[in-house]
């Protein structure tokens, strides 16, 4: 099974002020087609989860441009431009790749 | 606008069976490859397994705990998919999602429903 990692695991965030959480694989999500199958989700309190950035960089809709996703093969990141209070929530990355889909722990963003 | 509803969640006794519904819209639903993930409280997310779609030959695959276990199937007449569990354990206690599966395009998930497995 891919083994997914995420850092940090908590995150204090001032609104307007950017950050990063980073995610890495034990094997490389570059598949043949030039896709890395990495996607990221957002998990607000009391919410299912919501898709954030699908292959690696793919914004999913309605997803503020504030959220950008990089990264290939083994090492990525989730990026937010200026955090807002309404970004607080569990980060997670998972691997899309193959089966069993693997999750990263969980970021825990909050607000300072 | 592509929804998901599960459907099925309550309370069961240990080596009990529950099976959960989920109903999806606003895509072609026989086309669609379809998951489960579960979230246990206060814990991360797991997926549990997928279905392909019936002109893929609507193979299943399972997480290693659950294998054996539960059984993942699709109504493409009535855009139902669903997860029947045997053989509970107190720790299949989780909320578990409906999602379609994800991969080369956007995924979409349901609000969940709670599965807790207590004599």
């Known amino acids: 099974d891919i083994v997914m990692t995420q850092s940090p695991l908590s995150l204090p965030v001032t609104p307007g002020e950017p950050a990063s959480i980073s995610c890495w694989s034990s094997q490389s999500l570059l598949y043949k087609n030039k896709y890395n199958y990495l996607n990221w989700y957002l998990q607000k309190p009391g919410q299912s989860p919501q898709l954030l950035i699908y292959l690696g960089s793919d914004r999913a809709s309605g997803v503020p441009d504030r959220f950008s996703g990089s990264g290939s093969g083994t090492d990525f990141k989730l990026r937010i431009s200026r955090v807002e209070a309404e970004d607080v929530g569990v980060y997670y990355c998972?691997?899309?790749?193959?089966?069993?889909?693997?999750f990263g722990p969980g970021t825990r963003v909050d607000i300072k | 606008e592509v929804q998901v509803v599960e459907s099925g969640g309550g309370l069961v006794k240990p080596g009990g069976s529950l099976r959960l519904s989920c109903a999806a819209s606003g895509l072609t639903f026989s086309k669609a490859w379809m998951s489960w993930v579960r979230q246990a409280p206060g814990k991360g997310l797991e997926w549990v397994g997928r279905i392909k779609s019936k002109t893929d030959g609507e193979t299943t695959d399972y997480a290693a705990p659950v294998k054996g276990r539960f059984s993942i199937s699709r109504d493409d007449s009535t855009n139902t998919l669903y997860l029947k569990m045997n053989i509970l354990k107190t720790e299949d206690t989780a909320v578990y999602y409906c999602?379609?599966?994800?991969?080369?395009?956007?995924?979409?998930w349901g609000q969940g429903t709670l599965v807790t497995v207590s004599s």
């Open positions: 998972m691997q899309a790749l193959q089966t069993p889909f693997t």
């Open positions: 999602l379609t599966d994800p991969g080369d395009w956007p995924d979409y």
